[in-house]
């Protein structure tokens, strides 16, 4: 069976193999996920938000002690978790991007209305 993942929010679709992690899934739709430890469930930084219809595969022993309760928010590591079928997982904006955008967004409301 195939699985197709959907990321968000970009709304990148991608067909998958049944057993297919969400990291190499989101490498396959062309997306960037922040890993440090190659997909070993050491870093944490690979966290996603799956929505709770999500078809996954069974959470292992190992992820769940990692996650420690947030698999019940729907978290998931995305070098650990595996497609079952249809999943629609949330992409983690990157953390350099996040603080540009707050800067931007700081800068514009101090200057309001001020034209140039």
Known sequence: MNGEVRFLPSGKTVKVLRGTTLLDAARLAGLSIRTRCGGKAACFMCKMTVS???ELLPI???ERRKLSGLEERHIRL???ARVGGCV???VPLDPLRAA???QL???AEEEGDKLW
Request: glycine share 0%.
């Open 52 to 54: 709770p219809e999500s």
């Open 60 to 62: 292992s022993d190992n």
């Open 78 to 80: 995305a070098c650990q």
């Open 88 to 90: 629609s997982a949330e």
């Open 100 to 102: 540009v955008e707050r």
């Open 105 to 107: 967004a700081r800068q």
